[in-house]
């Protein structure tokens, strides 16, 4: 592929799945909650660039923002925030999860994944690149169902059993 690797934020399903939960989360009026919603939002808008009006504006009028020249390092502080919000996801394991909670992540999960299936999709279809033109390959699709379905069938068994024991919590976290 031709990207760089500094163009991708690359959380992995686990990540993406725990950091969903993590957003979600009871924990949602704590500080490490703000913090890593605060760094996802800024993150991710800075690193679309002059796609955004914003960016254009920091650039030109923000002291020292030109040395931050390649919008896709900003999503290091993306990376960040959703980190914060996969420990969180963590945390939210270790406690317990109620069931009107797995039934949120559950759907906010599901309709993330189909929002990034539709967003290939449409990438693949409206790339005015060439080498961005094509959907990947059946094995790819693959792949991203048996992790998907893998870390999920896992998150909604341990929010079946209840509370998990910490050593399980701490294996699970190490995924």
Known sequence: DPLFAEYVAYLGTVGLAL???????????SAAWWLGGALIGVGFVLALGVATPLFPLLYRFAPGF?????????LAL???GASL????????????????????????????????AAAVWLGARFSPEAEYAGLPQAHVWLG?????????????????????APRAALLFAGL
């Open 85 to 116: 919000w996969g420990g969180l996801g963590v945390q939210a394991l270790q406690q317990g999860l109620e069931p009107p909670a797995a039934r949120r992540w559950l759907l906010a999960w599901l309709g993330l994944a189909a929002l990034i």
């Open 78 to 80: 993306f990376a960040v």
């Open 66 to 74: 030109g040395f931050f020249r390649a919008q896709a390092r900003w």
């Open 19 to 29: 950091g969903t939960l993590g957003g979600l989360s009871r924990a949602g009026r």
């Open 144 to 164: 991203w169902a048996i992790g998907g379905g893998g870390v999920t069938a896992a998150i909604a068994a341990v929010a079946l059993l209840g509370r998990p």
